[in-house]
């Protein structure tokens, strides 16, 4: 991540509130979480898209579907792609190729949890079967880089799927049997996407002996291990990963992933309250109205 | 997709055959009718594995390993001074890089680091970082290269094991070694150590859960430094499955002790070195 540098003290500091007090430098307790602002249907030239601020992270995830040809092992399914983009605006450091290496790596965690075949329902994405299949592409761009990037964009990105509409296309034989594709020209007419069984990605963070989540960019460089685990509504673990360099014990594995567990669920349901209502928006106005 | 200009490259859109090769249409089973896999064994049973320390003779460490039909081979060279283009660390580095042989796979594999060597090289390396003693080797790096020369399943944690032994093989100070397990959970059914067959097999009902588990472990410390979950698990099953693999690594602790205490004797055996008899004589 973009880390920052802190000194002794002032880690000493904080690890002390987390394992003592329960009580972090902002006034929150380990497992609460921050307030975070979302708004859907930012950009006009996607299929869906949603805009994320927590705190000092903000993300804007653009869904584009495409068509064109399956992957051969899986010739009637559809498919989802990621590409995350570090803006330099978010930090220096991430001018010309320098995110590449982070981008990778929260691109590949999305890819682990998208690949099951539960998340989406890819089989309604394929048009002719071997021939012509929708990719989704989920482009996510950092436009600044606070700390808990990943669960942020995993909320993006769910709530950038919720948004996203799909042109109706229909398929009819010619006379000869080849088969012609149709989109239709009323730009009412679109499919939408099943998000229900999409997770959130939840990372818990161990600082000192204690755990928490949603950490600031200064909790983050206290901290030597974290777990991000994607967790769907129904408290199921879609996916885990340990990262970062340091050990863990089963033991705190598992209190981890219970943590984990409720917060995702917590977080999927307010999502999902959020989205059924303003969700499907697709007028935001920007600023000048 | 960037290409290699120096080599020559196959045809732009040329595919392998087997990703065209009739499927059945039913899917085949994980497990056979009396209960045993595509391979013959029963699911808790593990393959016997093969290691040797030393394998490449340039290296300050490697190591080979060998399960069954997953063969990866791994070097380490350092400590060395960090270029000083990478900034500056007080504490030693790892710098992993893992690659599949191009012919590793069923589908050929280009010649170029993918996304998915790239994520799988920094597994390997936070695996190991907990298990170094970096303090040790200030301001400097060890490059721990890893290629796959044939994939039949459980890549990651065999580069684990290997990686492990490698460095340690290298001379380079550790806490502990670290040991690699996979698993792959089919509803009730538990896969341990699975192959590439194993890995991608589908379960008949939809509804099963699938998940693949792997594990980096430290057997003296008993402390997890890799931990990697594909597919849906409950939070309980996914514990348990944790709980099946360190018990794996476990077992193969003593096979990777040995194979280091051998390496460690052939260095000391008079025959190799006949620096050591001058001074007796």
Redesign the interface.
């Known amino acids: 991540m973009a880390s920052i540098q802190l000194g002794e003290g002032e880690k000493t500091f904080i690890i002390h509130g987390i394992c003592k007090d329960d009580l972090r430098s902002d006034g929150r307790t380990c497992l609460s979480y921050r307030n975070f602002e979302l708004e859907c249907g930012v950009v006009s030239n996607t299929s869906g898209s949603a805009r994320l601020k927590l705190s000092n992270t903000q993300v804007l995830v653009g869904v584009k579907a495409e068509m064109g040809p399956p992957n ?2 899986n010739p009637s399914r559809g498919g989802i792609e990621f590409f995350v983009d570090f803006s330099a605006n978010a930090s220096p450091k991430f001018a010309g190729r320098g995110g590449d ?1 982070l981008a ?2 929260i ?2 965690m999305l890819g ?1 949890v998208y ?4 998340m989406l329902d890819y089989k309604s994405l394929c048009v002719i079967a071997g021939q012509c299949v929708w990719t989704l592409y989920a482009d996510i761009v950092v436009l600044e880089c606070g700390g808990n990037l990943l669960d942020a964009i995993a909320l993006a990105v769910k709530a950038a799927l919720y948004n996203t509409r799909i042109p109706l296309v229909t398929v009819h034989k010619d006379m000869d049997g080849t088969e012609d594709i149709d989109v239709s020209s009323n730009p009412h007419d679109f499919v939408t996407l099943d998000t229900k069984n999409l997770p959130v990605l939840v990372t818990v963070t161990t600082v000192g002996s204690g755990h928490i989540v949603d950490a600031t960019l200064e909790e983050e460089a206290c901290s030597m291990a974290c ?1 991000v685990a994607a967790v ?1 509504k129904e ?16 033991d705190s ?2 209190k981890m ?2 943590s984990a ?1 409720q917060i995702g669920k917590d977080l999927n349901k307010s999502l999902d309250d959020f989205l059924s209502k303003k969700g499907s928006d697709m007028s935001s106005k920007g600023f000048l109205t | 997709m960037p290409t290699d200009t120096k080599r020559i490259q196959g045809p732009d859109a040329s595919q392998s055959t087997f990703l065209y090769k009739k499927r059945a249409n039913t899917v085949q089973p994980a497990l056979l009718e009396e209960g045993k896999r595509q391979d013959g064994r029963s699911p808790l049973e593990i393959r016997p594995i093969f290691l040797k320390a030393g394998a490449v003779s340039q290296a300050k460490g490697s190591c080979y390993m060998e399960m069954k039909n997953t063969k990866v081979i791994c070097a380490v060279y350092g400590p060395r001074e960090v270029p000083r283009r990478d900034g500056f660390v007080i504490n030693g580095q790892l710098r992993c890089e893992f690659k599949f042989a191009t012919f590793a796979s069923e589908v050929r594999h280009g010649h170029l680091t993918s996304h998915t060597e790239k994520d799988l090289a920094l597994q390997v390396q936070q695996a190991l970082e907990p298990a170094v003693c970096l303090h040790k080797i200030p301001k400097s790096q060890v490059d721990i290269f890893i290629t796959v020369l044939e994939n039949d399943g459980s890549v990651l944690s065999a580069a684990i094991t290997c990686a492990s032994i490698a460095v340690a093989n290298a001379g380079i100070e550790m806490y502990d070694l670290v040991i690699g397990s996979s698993l792959r959970q089919t509803g009730e059914t538990l896969l341990l150590d699975p192959t590439a067959f194993d890995e991608t097999a589908e379960s008949e009902s939809t509804d099963d859960t699938q998940a693949i588990v792997t594990v980096g472990f430290l057997p003296s410390l008993k402390q997890v430094s890799c931990s990697v979950q594909q597919g849906q698990l409950q939070c309980e099953d996914s514990i348990k499955a944790l709980q099946q693999c360190i018990d794996v690594c476990e077992r193969y602790y003593q096979v990777v002790y040995e194979c280091l205490k051998k390496s460690v004797k052939k260095l000391k055996s008079p025959v190799e070195s006949p620096m050591d008899e001058a001074p007796a004589s």
């Not at chain 1, 690949?115 to 539960?118: H, Q, S, T, Y």
């Not at chain 1, 408290?235 to 089963?250: E, F, H, P």
């Open positions: 051969p092992l290496e990778a790596e691109s590949n682990l690949k099951n075949k539960k777990i769907n408290g199921a673990i879609d996916g885990m990963v340990k990262k970062g360099s340091g050990s863990l014990t089963i594995i598992y992933l219970t567990k």
